[in-house]
């Protein structure tokens, strides 16, 4: 059924009608089921009537607005607040149990705070939105609808950030063996890296007890005496004149971020393992391989991972001791073996010493080969036209310029000086640099893995790089408002989370996070006024929306969040 509207003597007339196919000839005709009448004389009354009557057989969530209204009036517009990439993430995390988790921790405990509600607008601003903590509470009262959470002050966020890091350990836990059963996902291969983000302050915290010490006088010093995280080490993101704080983490080979981990800025990558194969063992988990990339390839590092039965797969340095001598499993001979993908391989067992047999791998990529000549090509065109700007030097004193050509980390790896001080190009330097295209040097302590498990192993690692990335341009870690080493770790840990999510609802929609915030950010909620009180509205779905909640096996919300219960006149 349907309104119909025809013109007649000049006027518009309004009827209720129906099609129905005629069986002589098939053809659809429409049927008149009542007359309205004339459209500028239409009784109104008798339109709402019939409007709430009809009414009466919807579920209370479809009411008509005009219905909740009660007595015919229009609703009053108030506000409106995003709703689609919050309930995306909401959903998510129910699914994970994580509310149940907080719930559990804070037992018989008093909190006026609504701590798991706090913690998740934090978590979810870092993916939609990301800001300071101050600026969650605007965030929260204008602009984005979080369930069950209609204010918050930053005081109560940082009551709740505390009690995040109080039970990191057991929720980190309790997050990895509900991700691990629910999304059925696969933890032999562990992959590991670290990145670093720094703080936009001038000099870097004190150190404790004989650091500080040996520190006096310097930089250090003039932050007073506390000691904290934030120090200068070897910078990822090139600011070595910037404090920094080290992160790393914990990622599954399908891309999920298990677990992460915060140290002060001047950890180096080879102590790290110690305590990450510590809070590993702590899950009691089957015997996995932890995978890692050079910087954290040492002798120890080694003994350590191969505890408790364990194995690893970590990268090689391709040239060994101080005259840079290409590492011994590059020099021996062998057939490589291809993989779909285009990827050649050659294994290589190794009796170094007194040592047990080592294995390693060497890696071709022709594609990196291709990529890494042309680079060296376009290096060496350079140097020559630098060269021929500082003409024969036979017999002079060097000038700055040649002195700093010399010296330039890329082009003068490629430069030799001649007795009389002649500079020219090591054509033998490039010779060798050639036979290592498109190479990389790994192994493994593991007897048993397939050598294409090893290689396919470790050319996952790229995807812990691009949870770094997420880290600093999707939940944009940086920068940090804190100072305190609690609130760093604290804030790291938020952004795990948020990470956590992303890559999870990634996973499942087999979309972007960037996509799936596109095709949600349209789903709204309105906060209108009637005679009887508020009502929050959420707008029609579309298809896409739909596709997306179906994927995460998540319901639709209701299209009346709220409605007000109608008063009638005596």
Known sequence: MYMRENRSGGHTYV?????????????SRARILYNFGRKDRLDLDAVRRLIASLSRY???DELAPREAGGSGE??????????GPALVLDGVWRALGLDGVFER??????FRTPVERAVFAMVAQRAIDPGSKLAVESWVADEVFIPELEVVDVQQLYRAMDVLLGAHDVIQGEVFWRVKNLFNLEVDLIFLDSTSTYFEVEGQDALEGDEAELDAGGEAGA???EAGWRRRGHSKDKRPDLAQVVIAFAVTRDGIPVRCWVWPGNTVDVRMIDQVKRDLNSWKLSRTVLVLDTGFNSEANR????GAGDAFIIGERMRLGAKGELHEALKRPGRYSTLPSGLRFKEVILHLGSVAACRFVVVHNPEEATRDAARREETINELERRLAELGDLTGKEHSKAACGLRAHPTFGRYLRQRKGGKLEIDRGKINREAKLDGKYLISTSDDYLATEDVVLGYKQLHEIERVNR????????RPVYHRREDRIRSHVLLCWLSLLLIRLIETRTDRTWHQVMKIMRPLSVAYQHSEHGPVIQTNRMTSEQKSVLDALELKPPARFLQLPTPTRAA
Request: charged share 30%.
């Open 15 to 27: 009827s209720l009608a129906h099609n129905e196919r005629d069986e002589r000839d098939g053809v």
């Open 223 to 225: 932050l007073g005496a």
């Open 58 to 60: 919807l579920p209370s």
């Open 470 to 477: 997420d880290l600093k341009h999707t939940v944009d870690v």
């Open 303 to 306: 003994r350590t991972l191969q």
């Open 105 to 110: 921790l804070l037992g018989e405990r008093s």
């Open 74 to 83: 229009p609703l009053a517009f108030l506000s409106m607040k995003r709703l």
